[in-house]
């Protein structure tokens, strides 16, 4: 439904506009003399470099089975243990090998374990850590090998 108004609108005079190709050729020089080039930094490379080998981890969960029934390298706690993976060449959700785990009790009732106190600290620092973690993994691979339980499908080597 239309609705009359008594106020009648006036009729504009419309202005004459250039054809939309001059418009368009008009707006595209604009731009370009408005326009700096971009300047990028190039590195002089006199040789090409080669390329860094990444490891892929060892993974395996027999191993990590076999780290979780040893008691824990921290308390001696034995059957509460789990395999805690060294916290030195991870990265964001990125475990380091298998071959780096040692036995870290877990919580328990009550109890809170050395793998969660290690994780957030509360035992020892960084510094003291990145020393420590090393060595545990080392004694656990002797370990396994020395009782046996070092897993059938899982080449026997000591470094990670």
């Known amino acids: 439904m239309m609705r009359r108004t008594p106020l009648r609108s006036r009729a504009r005079a419309a202005a004459p506009r250039p054809d939309r190709d001059e418009r368009l050729a008009a707006r ?3 731009v370009m003399a408005e326009a700096t080039p971009r300047t990028a930094a190039m590195a002089q490379v006199a040789a090409a470099t080669a390329p860094v080998h990444k490891e892929r981890p060892i993974r395996s969960e027999a191993y990590r ?11 001696g ?8 993976h060294a916290n030195t060449g991870k990265g964001a959700s990125i475990k380091t090998s298998d071959l780096t785990c040692f036995p870290a009790c877990a919580d328990r009732p009550g109890v809170r374990g050395c793998h969660s106190k290690l994780d957030q600290g509360a035992l020892y620092p960084k510094h003291v850590r990145k020393q420590l973690e090393p060595a545990w993994a080392a004694d656990t691979r002797r370990r396994l090998l020395a009782m046996g339980l070092w897993p ?3 080449p026997q080597t000591q470094e990670p």
Request: hydrophobic share 50%; with cysteine.
């Open 28 to 30: 595209a020089a604009r």
């Open 77 to 84: 706690m034995p059957g509460h243990s789990q395999a805690a």
């Open 65 to 75: 089975r076999a780290v979780a029934s040893l008691p824990c390298v921290i308390c």
């Open 152 to 154: 059938r499908n899982l």
